[in-house]
């Protein structure tokens, strides 16, 4: 990108298109501000006759969000792994449509459950009403500051119910059998880590930005 950062990055979309924007440009550190041609439009303005007068005249709110980190380890250990940020959500599943997957989770240093799945989908606030709720996670306000865990079709009988946990929580997860049960770590189109064996979620310290109309 060359010259000076944007002051503001419109988007005309739906949320899902959004958020694909906000994981593809957040390091500009320009608010994005979003204009609903979707469906839901949780995280969008609405088009409305005057919305670009109200956009030269500032006459919007700037809120920060707080970006989810994964750093993922592959099968092939020779020390190196792959990092990635994501705004709404980071999902671990089966490479396989027909088997599932047995993951070790861990939150900090606690031990918590072994758990045979699709998967698993940890979102942030503002991602908890995407793939999260999809799964039957809880849904939650986009102000708190927490981390949504939920298993993806998990195996009678349930280890892991929906989990809402700080943001200064870590899970680690363990694919486990990684020879014959394979995994990968994605966020939608964003990004994707294939033949994973070890991944860590946490809360990165890098920030985006959303503008929202006075009165959204």
Request: charged share 20%; proline share 5%; with cysteine.
């Amino acid at each position: 990108c060359l010259g000076a950062p944007p002051d503001l990055i419109i988007v005309l979309g739906g949320d899902g298109f959004t958020l694909k924007v906000i994981n593809k440009y957040w390091s500009l550190q320009a608010p994005f501000f979003g204009i609903n041609f979707g469906t839901k439009g949780f995280l969008l303005n609405e088009d409305r006759q005057d919305i670009e007068s109200m956009i030269a005249d500032g006459k919007y709110k700037v809120y920060e969000f707080p970006l989810l980190k994964v750093s993922a380890f592959l099968v092939v250990d020779d020390g190196n792994f792959c990092q990635q940020v994501s705004a709404n959500d980071i999902y671990i599943k089966s490479l396989s449509a027909s088997q599932a997957i047995r993951l070790r989770v861990k939150i900090n240093d606690l031990d918590l459950c072994e758990l045979t799945a699709d998967g698993l989908v940890v979102s942030t606030p503002l991602g908890s009403t995407a793939y999260n709720l999809s799964a039957g996670g809880a849904v939650v306000h986009y102000s708190l500051p927490v981390i949504c865990v939920k298993s993806l079709n998990e195996v009678w009988p349930q280890q892991l119910p929906s989990l809402v946990l700080p943001w200064d929580m870590k899970i680690s997860v363990t694919v486990m059998d990684t020879k014959k049960r394979k995994a990968l770590v994605s966020c939608g189109e964003s990004f994707s880590f294939e033949n994973v064996s070890y991944v860590v979620i946490e809360k990165s310290p890098k920030t985006f930005f959303l503008a929202l109309l006075e009165g959204e």
